[in-house]
Protein backbone atom coordinates (compact mmCIF):
# COMPACT_ATOMS: atom_id res chain seq x y z
CA UNK A 1 0.00 0.00 0.00
CA UNK A 2 2.78 2.40 1.06
CA UNK A 3 4.21 1.78 -2.33
CA UNK A 4 0.90 3.11 -4.40
CA UNK A 5 1.09 6.05 -2.26
CA UNK A 6 4.46 6.22 -3.20
CA UNK A 7 4.27 5.95 -7.16
CA UNK A 8 1.31 8.11 -6.66
CA UNK A 9 3.88 11.08 -5.65
CA UNK A 10 5.86 10.73 -7.86
CA UNK A 11 3.20 11.60 -11.09
CA UNK A 12 2.29 15.28 -11.03
CA UNK A 13 -1.15 14.78 -11.36
CA UNK A 14 -1.98 12.59 -8.73
CA UNK A 15 0.36 14.66 -6.42
CA UNK A 16 -2.16 17.82 -6.78
CA UNK A 17 -4.77 15.13 -6.19
CA UNK A 18 -3.16 14.32 -3.01
CA UNK A 19 -2.01 17.90 -1.61
CA UNK A 20 -5.56 18.99 -2.29
CA UNK A 21 -7.18 16.48 -0.38
CA UNK A 22 -4.37 16.91 2.38
CA UNK A 23 -4.97 20.61 2.49
CA UNK A 24 -9.22 19.92 2.28
CA UNK A 25 -8.77 18.02 5.20
CA UNK A 26 -6.39 20.17 7.35
CA UNK A 27 -9.37 22.93 6.51
CA UNK A 28 -11.63 20.67 7.86
CA UNK A 29 -9.93 19.96 11.15
CA UNK A 30 -9.39 23.92 11.73
CA UNK A 31 -13.23 24.25 10.89
CA UNK A 32 -13.94 21.70 13.80
CA UNK A 33 -12.15 23.77 16.31
CA UNK A 34 -13.67 26.87 15.56
CA UNK A 35 -16.43 27.96 18.68
CA UNK A 36 -20.00 28.58 18.17
CA UNK A 37 -21.07 31.79 20.00
CA UNK A 38 -23.44 31.71 23.15
CA UNK A 39 -22.43 28.27 23.35
CA UNK A 40 -20.16 27.27 27.12
CA UNK A 41 -17.64 24.43 25.19
CA UNK A 42 -16.23 23.69 28.95
CA UNK A 43 -19.60 22.87 29.98
CA UNK A 44 -20.26 20.71 27.16
CA UNK A 45 -17.43 18.85 27.66
CA UNK A 46 -17.73 18.09 31.38
CA UNK A 47 -21.76 16.87 29.93
CA UNK A 48 -19.92 14.21 27.30
CA UNK A 49 -17.53 13.13 30.23
CA UNK A 50 -20.68 11.36 31.47
CA UNK A 51 -20.92 7.63 30.68
CA UNK A 52 -24.53 8.35 30.26
CA UNK A 53 -24.26 10.58 27.74
CA UNK A 54 -21.58 8.26 25.67
CA UNK A 55 -23.57 5.80 25.43
CA UNK A 56 -26.77 7.83 23.35
CA UNK A 57 -26.89 9.27 19.98
CA UNK A 58 -25.22 12.09 21.04
CA UNK A 59 -22.33 10.23 21.59
CA UNK A 60 -23.05 8.44 17.93
CA UNK A 61 -22.62 11.71 16.45
CA UNK A 62 -19.70 12.05 18.54
CA UNK A 63 -17.82 9.56 17.15
CA UNK A 64 -18.31 11.08 13.28
CA UNK A 65 -17.64 14.48 13.91
CA UNK A 66 -14.10 13.63 15.29
CA UNK A 67 -15.34 14.93 18.68
CA UNK A 68 -16.36 18.46 17.52
CA UNK A 69 -19.84 17.42 18.43
CA UNK A 70 -18.67 17.28 22.14
CA UNK A 71 -17.06 20.16 21.69
CA UNK A 72 -20.17 22.47 20.02
CA UNK A 73 -17.73 23.60 17.24
CA UNK A 74 -18.67 25.00 13.43
CA UNK A 75 -18.82 21.50 12.23
CA UNK A 76 -20.29 19.86 15.26
CA UNK A 77 -22.83 18.50 12.97
CA UNK A 78 -20.24 16.95 10.29
CA UNK A 79 -21.02 14.54 7.41
CA UNK A 80 -23.94 13.66 9.27
CA UNK A 81 -26.88 15.38 7.58
CA UNK A 82 -25.23 14.77 4.28
CA UNK A 83 -24.97 10.83 4.95
CA UNK A 84 -28.80 11.32 6.15
CA UNK A 85 -29.52 13.07 3.23
CA UNK A 86 -28.51 10.68 0.89
CA UNK A 87 -30.12 7.47 2.40
CA UNK A 88 -33.34 9.16 2.24
CA UNK A 89 -33.00 10.02 -1.39
CA UNK A 90 -32.19 6.20 -1.84
CA UNK A 91 -34.87 5.39 -0.49
CA UNK A 92 -37.42 7.32 -2.21
CA UNK A 93 -35.15 6.74 -5.50
CA UNK A 94 -37.13 3.23 -4.40
CA UNK A 95 -40.37 4.10 -3.68
CA UNK A 96 -41.34 7.16 -6.04
CA UNK A 97 -41.50 5.80 -9.91
CA UNK A 98 -40.20 9.49 -10.60
CA UNK A 99 -36.88 9.54 -9.00
CA UNK A 100 -35.97 6.10 -9.76
CA UNK A 101 -36.59 7.45 -14.00
CA UNK A 102 -34.94 10.48 -13.03
CA UNK A 103 -31.64 8.05 -11.57
CA UNK A 104 -31.31 6.09 -14.13
CA UNK A 105 -31.30 9.01 -16.91
CA UNK A 106 -27.89 9.16 -17.35
CA UNK A 107 -25.71 12.34 -15.88
CA UNK A 108 -28.20 14.89 -16.33
CA UNK A 109 -30.49 12.86 -14.02
CA UNK A 110 -27.83 12.48 -11.67
CA UNK A 111 -27.19 16.02 -11.40
CA UNK A 112 -30.31 16.80 -10.74
CA UNK A 113 -30.95 13.89 -7.77
CA UNK A 114 -27.51 15.50 -6.49
CA UNK A 115 -29.29 19.05 -6.22
CA UNK A 116 -32.76 17.78 -4.73
CA UNK A 117 -30.04 16.11 -1.91
CA UNK A 118 -28.32 19.68 -1.01
CA UNK A 119 -31.72 20.87 -0.57
CA UNK A 120 -32.67 18.06 1.88
CA UNK A 121 -29.63 18.29 3.66
CA UNK A 122 -29.76 21.86 4.21
CA UNK A 123 -33.38 21.27 5.67
CA UNK A 124 -31.76 17.95 7.89
CA UNK A 125 -29.06 20.47 8.87
CA UNK A 126 -31.64 23.08 10.25
CA UNK A 127 -33.72 20.15 12.31
CA UNK A 128 -30.71 18.58 13.44
CA UNK A 129 -29.63 21.63 14.51
CA UNK A 130 -32.61 22.73 16.44
CA UNK A 131 -32.62 19.74 18.10
CA UNK A 132 -28.72 20.27 19.32
CA UNK A 133 -30.10 23.60 20.82
CA UNK A 134 -33.06 22.08 22.90
CA UNK A 135 -30.40 19.50 24.30
CA UNK A 136 -28.12 21.82 25.11
CA UNK A 137 -30.74 24.12 26.95
CA UNK A 138 -32.18 21.25 28.59
CA UNK A 139 -29.24 19.49 30.12
CA UNK A 140 -28.76 19.15 33.74
CA UNK A 141 -24.84 19.12 34.55
CA UNK A 142 -23.43 17.82 37.88
CA UNK A 143 -22.28 21.51 38.22
CA UNK A 144 -25.34 23.20 37.75
CA UNK A 145 -23.11 25.24 34.79
CA UNK A 146 -25.01 26.10 32.04
CA UNK A 147 -24.32 25.15 28.81
CA UNK A 148 -25.89 27.98 26.55
CA UNK A 149 -24.87 31.36 27.80
CA UNK A 150 -27.53 33.01 26.39
CA UNK A 151 -31.39 31.62 25.36
CA UNK A 152 -32.88 34.36 23.88
CA UNK A 153 -34.26 34.36 20.22
CA UNK A 154 -30.52 36.44 19.07
CA UNK A 155 -28.43 33.50 20.18
CA UNK A 156 -30.95 31.02 19.18
CA UNK A 157 -31.04 32.47 15.59
CA UNK A 158 -26.97 32.58 15.26
CA UNK A 159 -26.89 28.90 16.57
CA UNK A 160 -28.99 27.18 14.04
CA UNK A 161 -27.53 29.27 11.34
CA UNK A 162 -24.13 28.62 12.08
CA UNK A 163 -24.50 24.94 12.55
CA UNK A 164 -27.05 24.86 9.37
CA UNK A 165 -23.67 26.58 7.30
CA UNK A 166 -21.61 24.64 8.93
CA UNK A 167 -23.27 21.41 7.67
CA UNK A 168 -23.57 23.39 4.20
CA UNK A 169 -19.70 23.56 3.97
CA UNK A 170 -18.67 20.17 5.15
CA UNK A 171 -21.20 18.97 2.44
CA UNK A 172 -19.42 21.22 -0.43
CA UNK A 173 -16.08 20.25 1.43
CA UNK A 174 -16.91 16.93 0.44
CA UNK A 175 -18.30 17.38 -2.96
CA UNK A 176 -14.77 19.58 -4.05
CA UNK A 177 -13.20 15.95 -2.72
CA UNK A 178 -14.99 14.19 -5.06
CA UNK A 179 -14.76 16.72 -7.86
CA UNK A 180 -10.80 17.67 -7.91
CA UNK A 181 -8.97 15.42 -4.70
CA UNK A 182 -8.46 11.58 -4.28
CA UNK A 183 -11.27 8.57 -2.96
CA UNK A 184 -14.70 9.63 -1.95
CA UNK A 185 -15.05 13.10 0.30
CA UNK A 186 -17.58 11.66 2.60
CA UNK A 187 -15.61 9.06 3.36
CA UNK A 188 -12.56 10.73 3.26
CA UNK A 189 -14.03 13.09 6.29
CA UNK A 190 -15.25 10.19 8.52
CA UNK A 191 -11.85 8.75 7.93
CA UNK A 192 -10.04 11.88 9.32
CA UNK A 193 -12.87 12.49 12.34
CA UNK A 194 -12.55 8.57 13.34
CA UNK A 195 -8.37 8.70 13.08
CA UNK A 196 -8.93 11.93 15.17
CA UNK A 197 -10.01 10.14 18.01
CA UNK A 198 -8.01 7.24 17.36
CA UNK A 199 -5.24 9.68 18.30
CA UNK A 200 -6.49 10.12 21.51
CA UNK A 201 -7.19 6.27 22.89
CA UNK A 202 -3.67 5.32 21.16
CA UNK A 203 -1.84 8.22 23.58
CA UNK A 204 -4.06 7.06 26.61
CA UNK A 205 -2.93 3.46 25.99
CA UNK A 206 0.65 4.83 26.17
CA UNK A 207 -0.02 6.47 29.73
CA UNK A 208 -1.51 2.73 30.46
CA UNK A 209 1.60 0.97 29.70
CA UNK A 210 2.99 1.78 33.22
CA UNK A 211 0.14 0.54 35.29
CA UNK A 212 -1.59 -2.09 32.99
CA UNK A 213 1.43 -3.34 31.32
CA UNK A 214 0.47 -7.08 30.09
CA UNK A 215 -3.04 -6.21 29.50
CA UNK A 216 -2.53 -2.74 27.51
CA UNK A 217 -0.46 -5.50 25.59
CA UNK A 218 -2.66 -7.90 24.98
CA UNK A 219 -5.48 -5.43 24.16
CA UNK A 220 -2.86 -3.57 21.68
CA UNK A 221 -2.20 -7.42 19.82
CA UNK A 222 -6.11 -8.09 19.76
CA UNK A 223 -6.76 -4.74 18.12
CA UNK A 224 -4.05 -5.94 15.05
CA UNK A 225 -5.63 -9.22 15.01
CA UNK A 226 -8.86 -7.64 14.63
CA UNK A 227 -8.06 -5.45 12.16
CA UNK A 228 -6.71 -8.06 9.84
CA UNK A 229 -9.66 -10.00 9.95
CA UNK A 230 -11.35 -6.59 8.99
CA UNK A 231 -9.27 -6.61 6.03
CA UNK A 232 -9.76 -10.10 4.94
CA UNK A 233 -13.60 -9.35 5.19
CA UNK A 234 -13.62 -6.49 3.04
CA UNK A 235 -11.91 -7.90 0.47
CA UNK A 236 -13.28 -11.32 0.45
CA UNK A 237 -16.12 -11.91 -2.14
CA UNK A 238 -18.04 -14.76 -4.00
CA UNK A 239 -17.34 -14.94 -7.65
CA UNK A 240 -20.07 -16.34 -9.81
CA UNK A 241 -18.41 -17.63 -13.43
CA UNK A 242 -20.60 -15.73 -16.13
CA UNK A 243 -19.96 -17.11 -20.38
CA UNK A 244 -21.17 -14.47 -22.99
CA UNK A 245 -21.87 -16.20 -25.94
CA UNK A 246 -19.97 -15.26 -29.23
CA UNK A 247 -22.24 -12.99 -31.48
CA UNK A 248 -21.47 -11.41 -35.16
CA UNK A 249 -22.19 -7.83 -35.79
CA UNK A 250 -21.36 -7.39 -39.13
CA UNK A 251 -17.95 -8.74 -39.71
CA UNK A 252 -17.16 -8.21 -36.51
CA UNK A 253 -17.32 -10.87 -33.90
CA UNK A 254 -18.26 -10.03 -30.24
CA UNK A 255 -18.48 -12.08 -26.86
CA UNK A 256 -17.23 -15.52 -26.12
CA UNK A 257 -15.48 -14.37 -23.09
CA UNK A 258 -15.74 -15.72 -19.61
CA UNK A 259 -15.55 -13.17 -16.77
CA UNK A 260 -17.29 -13.63 -13.47
CA UNK A 261 -20.05 -11.73 -10.93
CA UNK A 262 -18.19 -10.75 -7.74
CA UNK A 263 -20.57 -10.61 -4.72
CA UNK A 264 -19.40 -8.96 -1.82
CA UNK A 265 -19.23 -10.59 1.48
CA UNK A 266 -19.55 -6.79 3.35
CA UNK A 267 -21.46 -5.26 0.29
CA UNK A 268 -23.51 -3.00 2.88
CA UNK A 269 -21.07 -1.55 4.50
CA UNK A 270 -21.43 -0.30 7.86
CA UNK A 271 -24.88 1.11 7.27
CA UNK A 272 -26.59 -1.97 9.29
CA UNK A 273 -24.91 -1.04 12.19
CA UNK A 274 -25.62 1.99 11.83
CA UNK A 275 -29.24 1.83 11.51
CA UNK A 276 -28.76 -0.48 14.49
CA UNK A 277 -26.99 1.68 17.01
CA UNK A 278 -29.20 4.57 16.23
CA UNK A 279 -32.53 2.29 17.69
CA UNK A 280 -30.13 1.10 20.14
CA UNK A 281 -29.44 4.31 21.40
CA UNK A 282 -32.54 5.72 21.27
CA UNK A 283 -33.99 4.67 24.63
CA UNK A 284 -30.66 6.03 26.44
CA UNK A 285 -31.37 9.48 24.47
CA UNK A 286 -34.99 9.66 25.70
CA UNK A 287 -33.78 9.33 29.24
CA UNK A 288 -31.75 12.72 28.63
CA UNK A 289 -35.09 14.61 27.65
CA UNK A 290 -37.23 12.81 30.71
CA UNK A 291 -35.35 12.27 33.64
CA UNK A 292 -37.99 10.68 35.17
CA UNK A 293 -37.36 7.47 32.98
CA UNK A 294 -33.94 7.54 33.31
CA UNK A 295 -33.92 5.12 36.12
CA UNK A 296 -36.08 2.26 34.05
CA UNK A 297 -33.86 2.76 30.98
CA UNK A 298 -30.43 3.07 32.47
CA UNK A 299 -31.60 -0.60 33.86
CA UNK A 300 -32.64 -2.26 30.94
CA UNK A 301 -31.77 -0.83 28.03
CA UNK A 302 -27.93 -0.40 28.72
CA UNK A 303 -24.58 -2.25 27.65
CA UNK A 304 -23.46 -2.29 31.18
CA UNK A 305 -22.81 -6.35 32.84
CA UNK A 306 -24.37 -4.51 35.92
CA UNK A 307 -27.46 -4.43 34.52
CA UNK A 308 -29.68 -6.00 31.65
CA UNK A 309 -26.99 -5.80 29.82
CA UNK A 310 -27.58 -8.68 27.84
CA UNK A 311 -30.75 -7.56 26.09
CA UNK A 312 -29.13 -4.54 25.35
CA UNK A 313 -26.27 -6.76 23.14
CA UNK A 314 -29.12 -9.32 22.11
CA UNK A 315 -31.54 -6.93 20.18
CA UNK A 316 -28.57 -5.09 18.91
CA UNK A 317 -27.44 -8.14 17.31
CA UNK A 318 -30.38 -8.88 15.77
CA UNK A 319 -30.76 -5.45 14.84
CA UNK A 320 -27.67 -6.07 12.25
CA UNK A 321 -28.83 -8.93 11.09
CA UNK A 322 -32.04 -7.81 10.11
CA UNK A 323 -31.27 -4.47 8.32
CA UNK A 324 -28.19 -6.19 6.33
CA UNK A 325 -30.64 -8.09 4.57
CA UNK A 326 -32.79 -5.05 4.68
CA UNK A 327 -30.13 -2.83 2.94
CA UNK A 328 -29.63 -5.76 0.37
CA UNK A 329 -32.93 -5.72 -0.75
CA UNK A 330 -33.43 -2.35 -1.39
CA UNK A 331 -29.94 -1.80 -2.94
CA UNK A 332 -29.36 -5.42 -4.85
CA UNK A 333 -31.45 -6.73 -7.09
CA UNK A 334 -30.88 -10.14 -8.57
CA UNK A 335 -33.65 -10.14 -11.09
CA UNK A 336 -32.01 -6.88 -12.49
CA UNK A 337 -28.75 -8.40 -12.41
CA UNK A 338 -30.01 -11.00 -14.30
CA UNK A 339 -32.06 -9.44 -16.55
CA UNK A 340 -28.93 -7.28 -17.75
CA UNK A 341 -26.56 -10.82 -18.35
CA UNK A 342 -29.24 -11.62 -20.52
CA UNK A 343 -29.82 -9.13 -22.58
CA UNK A 344 -25.87 -8.66 -23.23
CA UNK A 345 -25.46 -12.64 -23.79
CA UNK A 346 -24.40 -13.45 -20.60
CA UNK A 347 -25.03 -16.64 -18.50
CA UNK A 348 -23.68 -18.34 -15.17
CA UNK A 349 -22.66 -22.01 -16.29
CA UNK A 350 -26.02 -24.67 -15.35
CA UNK A 351 -27.96 -22.19 -14.81
CA UNK A 352 -30.77 -20.85 -17.55
CA UNK A 353 -31.55 -17.14 -18.34
CA UNK A 354 -33.96 -14.91 -16.48
CA UNK A 355 -35.87 -16.27 -13.12
CA UNK A 356 -33.75 -19.17 -12.96
CA UNK A 357 -30.36 -17.27 -12.74
CA UNK A 358 -32.22 -14.35 -10.60
CA UNK A 359 -33.49 -17.61 -7.92
CA UNK A 360 -29.44 -18.45 -8.18
CA UNK A 361 -28.15 -15.57 -7.45
CA UNK A 362 -30.97 -14.25 -4.60
CA UNK A 363 -29.95 -18.01 -2.80
CA UNK A 364 -25.81 -16.88 -3.22
CA UNK A 365 -26.49 -13.24 -2.01
CA UNK A 366 -28.99 -14.63 1.12
CA UNK A 367 -25.65 -17.06 2.22
CA UNK A 368 -22.95 -14.30 1.42
CA UNK A 369 -24.78 -11.97 3.37
CA UNK A 370 -25.43 -14.28 6.17
CA UNK A 371 -21.80 -14.71 6.64
CA UNK A 372 -21.37 -10.32 6.52
CA UNK A 373 -24.18 -9.74 9.12
CA UNK A 374 -22.78 -12.51 11.60
CA UNK A 375 -19.21 -10.23 11.27
CA UNK A 376 -20.98 -7.10 11.36
CA UNK A 377 -22.44 -8.30 14.57
CA UNK A 378 -19.66 -9.42 16.49
CA UNK A 379 -17.93 -6.29 15.39
CA UNK A 380 -20.58 -4.23 17.20
CA UNK A 381 -20.81 -6.71 20.71
CA UNK A 382 -17.12 -7.26 20.96
CA UNK A 383 -16.10 -3.61 21.95
CA UNK A 384 -19.09 -4.03 24.98
CA UNK A 385 -18.03 -7.50 26.05
CA UNK A 386 -14.90 -6.61 26.27
CA UNK A 387 -15.42 -3.23 28.39
CA UNK A 388 -17.57 -5.95 30.81
CA UNK A 389 -13.42 -7.33 31.86
CA UNK A 390 -13.19 -4.28 33.85
CA UNK A 391 -9.48 -3.37 32.34
CA UNK A 392 -8.87 -0.14 31.51
CA UNK A 393 -6.35 -0.78 28.90
CA UNK A 394 -9.35 -2.97 27.01
CA UNK A 395 -11.92 0.16 27.72
CA UNK A 396 -9.31 2.37 26.53
CA UNK A 397 -8.21 0.81 22.76
CA UNK A 398 -11.04 -1.10 22.04
CA UNK A 399 -14.21 1.21 20.34
CA UNK A 400 -16.60 0.63 18.43
CA UNK A 401 -16.88 -1.80 15.29
CA UNK A 402 -17.92 1.13 13.29
CA UNK A 403 -15.28 2.93 13.39
CA UNK A 404 -12.52 0.21 12.55
CA UNK A 405 -14.40 -0.96 9.52
CA UNK A 406 -15.03 2.80 8.25
CA UNK A 407 -11.04 3.32 8.77
CA UNK A 408 -10.40 -0.06 7.09
CA UNK A 409 -12.69 0.62 3.84
CA UNK A 410 -11.61 3.81 3.33
CA UNK A 411 -8.04 2.78 3.48
CA UNK A 412 -8.39 0.14 0.89
CA UNK A 413 -11.02 1.93 -0.96
CA UNK A 414 -8.46 4.63 -1.54
CA UNK A 415 -5.81 2.99 -2.45
CA UNK A 416 -7.70 1.46 -4.96
CA UNK A 417 -8.72 4.58 -6.36
CA UNK A 418 -5.34 5.35 -6.72
CA UNK A 419 -3.81 2.25 -8.20
CA UNK A 420 -6.47 2.97 -10.74
CA UNK A 421 -5.11 6.63 -11.62
CA UNK A 422 -1.42 5.00 -12.16
CA UNK A 423 -2.72 2.41 -14.29
CA UNK A 424 -4.59 4.81 -16.12
CA UNK A 425 -2.05 6.97 -16.88
CA UNK A 426 0.92 4.25 -16.94
CA UNK A 427 -1.39 2.61 -20.14
CA UNK A 428 0.77 2.88 -23.19
CA UNK A 429 -2.11 2.24 -25.70
CA UNK A 430 -1.82 0.78 -29.24
CA UNK A 431 0.72 3.05 -30.84
CA UNK A 432 3.78 2.89 -28.47
Not at 172 to 201: C, P, Q, Y
Not at 293 to 301: E, G, M, T
Not at 313 to 320: A, E, P, R, T, Y
Request: aromatic share 12%; net charge positive.
Amino acid sequence: MWQTYRNAWKIDDLRKKLLFTLFIIILFRIGSAIPVPFISSTAMQEWFSDDAVQGTLLGYFNMLSGDAFSKATLFALGVSPYITASIVMQLLSIAIPALEKLQKSGPEGQAKISKITRYVTVVLALITAYGYYTTMRTARLPSNLPILIDTGWFALLVILVAYTAGACLVMWIAEKIDERGIGNGISIILFANITAGIAFKILALFKLLTVETVAAIAAFLMMIGIITLIVFITKSERRLPVQYAKRQVGRKMYGGMNTNLPIKVLMSGVMPIIFANAITALPSTLSLLIPSWSDFISKYFSPQKADWGWIYVSVDFLLILAFAFFYISISFNPMEVANNLKKNGGTILGYRPGKPTADYIKKVLNRITLIGAFFLSFMAIFPILMSWTGSDSFKTLIFGGTSLIIIVGVALETTRDIESEITMRHYKGFLE
